[in-house]
T-cell receptor, first 111, second 115 residues
Framework: GEDVEQSLFLSVREGDSSVINCTYTDSSSTYLYWYKQEPGAGLQLLTYIFSNMDMKQDQRLTVLLNKKDKHLSLRIADTQTGDSAIYFCAETYPRDYKLSFGAGTTVTVRA | KAGVTQTPRYLIKTRGQQVTLSCSPISGHRSVSWYQQTPGQGLQFLFEYFSETQRNKGNFPGRFSGRQFSNSRSEMNVSTLELGDSALYLC??????????????FGPGTRLLVL
């Protein structure tokens, strides 16, 4: 569970949808998370998905999980300037007691 | 409920000194984890405690240590500071009860600058 990969940058126009992608390598992953970090702040939990689910929707956020390809995505609908931040995906698996993070995707929302 | 709190928020130390950072978890949470965040290495796991027992430790030198108290509050200590220890140190807590680490909630972090 050490190789979580994310694209580093995403630029999106205000009002459009953003899609942030992540791949993970550990097939025994149980929970997969998305966190948001704004400048100078800690990590804010956005949403998570259990590994036996394919999709989870929470207001403007939609998480899709493709276990076959070990691919996780976060879609943000109607992206706003307040969504500009770094987004991290993370995984954990039984008895590991830690989160393994990707490098983070910096999302820039332009007017 | 109050969130995870960390003190101090900012610290400036010089090489060779030691530092202690403190973390108070969300009330009722018994698992506390520590992470180091740097621009070069990203988010790296330091250690995790549950009911005063360390259950996992990351790949950091022995200069990094931690402990958890009976009230679930946790401290981490870094001795003989090096320039490369400059980072944001994040604490997270969860209500973990079993083998799976449940959702972790993070504090605002302590920003350490080593000169």
């Amino acid at each position: 569970g050490e190789d979580v990969e994310q694209s580093l940058f995403l630029s999106v126009r205000e009002g459009d949808s953003s899609v942030i992608n992540c791949t993970y390598t550990d097939s025994s992953s149980t929970y997969l998370y998305w966190y948001k970090q704004e400048p100078g702040a800690g990590l804010q939990l956005l949403t998570y998905i259990f590994s036996n689910m394919d999709m989870k929707q929470d207001q403007r956020l939609t998480v899709l999980l493709n276990k076959k390809d070990k691919h996780l995505s976060l879609r943000i609908a109607d992206t706003q300037t307040g969504d500009s931040a770094i987004y991290f995906c993370a995984e954990t698996y039984p008895r590991d007691y830690k989160l393994s993070f990707g490098a983070g995707t910096t999302v820039t929302v332009r007017a | 409920k109050a969130g995870v709190t960390q003190t101090p928020r900012y610290l400036i130390k010089t090489r060779g000194q030691q530092v202690t950072l403190s973390c108070s978890p969300i009330s009722g949470h018994r698992s506390v984890s520590w992470y180091q965040q740097t621009p070069g290495q990203g988010l790296q796991f330091l250690f995790e405690y549950f009911s005063e027992t360390q259950r996992n430790k990351g790949n950091f030198p022995g200069r990094f240590s931690g402990r958890q108290f009976s009230n679930s509050r946790s401290e981490m200590n870094v001795s003989t500071l090096e320039l490369g220890d400059s980072a944001l140190y994040l604490c997270a807590s969860s209500s973990n009860r079993g083998e799976i680490l449940e959702t972790q909630y993070f504090g605002p972090g302590t920003r350490l600058l080593v000169l």
